[in-house]
């Protein structure tokens, strides 16, 4: 017997999480655009991860790691997130959700997802399970650029879940809005929570791997060395696609965190020459692109290009301090009315 959420309405979006949470608080009676719930979530962020493990071995985010817990902490969304270590449970677990007619959220590797067709790992991408047939082994799956529901065996989805052969594993994370999608706290109140904690963990990360304003400038000192490492090609090219494209909203996210302080500008007016700032670090990201695009399609390295974008990233560690500096004074502003 076949089980399907069938009130479940998929909208397509910019970015995985926010497109994920987006429907489901919609599913769930909170209709918010998806780049208000992109920070409300203190969606933005940046990391930089070097590990001879993983390919390629150069890769940087521009994203936070912890979507979902921020946008419960900073909106009181009563949103429930889970672990689990037996995927046997997790798919158990899975299955007793969608026969209580609750969609489910889902961290995957997409590598592992035949419906992405796509070559290279990429964990931690997020979707929602919308039902399953028992019969077929298969599940339905709302994913952020495809129109239509997918369809993945439950074989495929464990391996996404929690697959044992690659070393960034999704750890079975799950999580669902069924205890009630409304915001807690005045709309405001979240802004202010969500800004300080973007410009916070911005200025001052204290995550274990490099993070945050310090990471981008490691990265920019690390730029030129990226020469020397074999998969100097492949690397470029991830991270050219990291920018402005898997989701990124075309310009690392910054497009779509400039478009949040837009919308909230009306309430807040605080806000609007926030935004314009943002617009202007969103085109300095695309334009560090290029290089990268420019280094992945050449069969010989050339080391000016690395340079190039050190230089750039340089600069733009720069501007993005400047600007969470002052975001964290709008949030205290907005606070102390």
Known sequence: MAVVVASYRHRTGEHCAS??????LAHHGTELSEATVFGLASGLGFFYFKSDAVSPTRMFHGRTMTFEENLAA???I???????????RAEQE??????????????????????HQTTSHFPGHTCVAVGYDAARGAVWIADRKFSELQVCSFEELRRARNAPDYPIRC?????DCAAGARLARPFEQAVASAL???????LEPAAQMPCGIPA???LAADFPSWSAVPDWSWAARFGYQVIVKRGAAGSFFRSLYADFLREAAPQLPVLGGLAARMDAIADRWRALARPLEQQSEREICDPALFADAGRQLGELAELERAFYRDADAAAAAISAH
């Open 74 to 76: 900073d909106t009181g």
């Open 94 to 115: 899975l299955r007793a959700r969608l026969d209580a007619g609750v969609p489910v959220l889902l961290a995957t590797d997409t590598f592992y997802l035949g419906y």
């Open 196 to 202: 300080r904690r973007t410009a916070r963990a911005m």
């Open 19 to 24: 497109t994920a949470m987006r429907n489901l």
């Open 78 to 88: 009563a949103l429930a997130l889970r672990d689990q270590a037996d995927d046997e």
């Open 171 to 175: 750890a079975n994370r799950s999580g």
């Open 216 to 218: 981008m400038r490691d």
